[in-house]
């Protein structure tokens, strides 16, 4: 997987509480996203970061909010966890913009009961 | 909205068949990708096609571009159960940067 990690890796969590994802990446890559995947919707774009403290709004960032302190961390944070947030959060990196392969980590699997 | 849409939905053939997929688009795009999902893993990167290009090979992969069409294929020839996975079509545009839109993805099963 390309250097990245994903941590944790399953969590169960109740509604209303928050939930923090991190992203871990070896290969000084400048760009990492955050995608969710789920049944009939494929993956979408969460939020995505262009360098460190530069991110900006995918297609269904409510609800989510990241940060990236150093081009290694990309963290992803549900203040407010719902059940329509369970799901599968899958990050990726790439080298540069586009047009450009993007590297996937494991994914983290998230129930929110 | 989703701007790949993968055809079909779920596909099973014969190990040493031939299986083809097929992604539809809605908006011009610069590039499409494909990309296999093992069961339980991240998405792989497969092949890169340019909008400029129509065809191109990797190995037992083979991708068309048809523009006019906004329209995709990925030929997987002489296919083994190890190409068990879901497939995924991904593009980007003029204004989208960095980002890839997904389609749902293409199901295949290559039964022994």
């Known amino acids: 997987d390309a250097g990245i990690t994903q941590s944790p890796r399953h969590k169960v969590t109740e509604t209303g509480t928050p939930v923090t994802l991190r992203c871990h990446q070896t290969?000084?890559?400048?760009?990492m996203y955050w995608y969710r995947q789920d049944p009939g919707h494929g993956l979408r774009l969460i939020h995505y970061?262009?360098?460190?403290?530069?991110?900006d709004k995918g297609e269904v960032s409510d609800g989510y909010s990241v940060s990236r302190s150093k081009t290694e961390d990309f963290l992803l944070t549900l203040e407010s966890a719902t059940s329509s947030q369970t799901s599968v959060y899958f990050c990726?990196?790439?080298?540069?913009?586009?047009?450009?392969?993007?590297?996937f980590g494991p994914g983290t699997r998230l129930t929110v009961l | 909205s989703q701007q790949g849409e993968e055809d079909p939905q779920a596909l099973s053939i014969q190990e040493g068949e031939n299986a083809t997929m097929n992604c539809s688009y809605k908006?011009?795009?610069?590039?499409l990708q494909w990309y296999r999902q093992n069961s339980g893993r991240g998405l792989v990167h497969l092949i890169l096609?340019?909008?400029?290009?129509r065809e191109k090979h990797s190995g037992r992969l083979r991708v068309t571009l048809d523009t006019s069409k906004k329209s995709s294929s990925l030929l997987i020839t002489a296919s083994r159960a190890a190409d068990t996975a879901s497939y995924f079509c991904a593009t980007d545009g003029e204004t989208s940067g960095s980002r890839l839109t997904f389609g749902e993805g293409t199901q295949l099963t290559v039964n022994p």
């Open positions: 970061s262009y360098g460190v403290k530069d991110t």
């Open positions: 990726a990196i790439s080298e540069s913009g586009r047009p450009d392969t993007q590297y």
């Open positions: 096609i340019r909008s400029n290009e």
């Open positions: 908006t011009s795009i610069n590039n």
């Open positions: 290969e000084n890559h400048r760009y």
